[in-house]
């Protein structure tokens, strides 16, 4: 398959899988599922939705959050990792967000990335999710999975996404992301599939018998 086909039968066949992908973390607004983006990194998303319901109760609105602290939303997050740099992070964007937003989550990759812990990842994820502006968050399964698949060099995040949002129709992305996450954590996974064994692997390299060396984020 040349690289355009292996994209449309990807796309086809993980839509017939996950036709209505849900949003993986819990939230109830944008500023919820600001702050549960950011804990995701380097946790998983299980571990996070364990975690932000007593966060979110002390804490659901900027101005709430404010008034906790650092040390108060420290000792709730500290299970999850990083969690001293995502408690500064955490107070840092709800006083943005009062002081500059007006308490309200911008919908602008350049301000969201203005705020404290938030990079272009997050960005992403809260523009697709939240507001529905197109976008290809790149995350660790879509990073690696992007490689098997042969999508991608993944010489760096930022060369993954441009990658997959010049293969794949622009209204597809907030949909499509999602969907290759999930297939990432059923059937390839870091360890249980190398690019040989998972039934994507399998069909778009039929002849492939040596593992794939994926470069990591």
């Not at 794949?168 to 059923?186: C, D, T």
Request: hydrophobic share 35%; with cysteine; net charge positive.
């Amino acid at each position: 398959m040349k690289k355009t086909e292996r994209a449309a039968h990807i796309q086809e066949q993980l839509a017939e899988r996950y036709p209505d992908p849900p949003i993986p973390l819990d939230h109830t607004d944008p500023f919820t599922l600001l702050v549960a983006v950011l804990l995701s990194a380097q946790c998983t998303d299980k571990k996070v939705n364990e975690i932000t319901p007593a966060l979110f109760r002390a804490g659901g609105t900027p101005e709430a959050m404010s008034k906790l602290g650092v040390e108060a939303i420290l000792e709730i997050i500290r299970p999850l990792g990083l969690a001293p740099q995502k408690a500064k992070a955490i107070d840092g964007l709800s006083r943005r967000l009062i002081d500059v937003y007006d308490s309200q989550v911008p919908d602008s990759f350049e301000a969201l990335e203005s705020l404290p812990g938030v990079g272009h990842k997050t960005a992403s994820v809260v523009m697709a999710q939240a507001f529905g502006h197109p976008a290809f968050p790149v995350d660790t399964h879509i990073h690696r999975l992007a490689q098997r698949w042969g999508l991608t060099d993944g010489r760096s995040v930022k060369q993954t996404e441009q990658d997959l949002k010049r293969l794949f129709p622009r209204e597809s992305w907030n949909e499509l992301h999602l969907q290759i996450i999930f297939y990432g954590r059923e059937f390839c996974t870091a360890r249980g599939c190398d690019g040989t064994k998972c039934p994507l692997c399998r069909e778009l390299y039929p002849r492939r018998r040596s593992p794939v060396v994926h470069r990591k984020a």
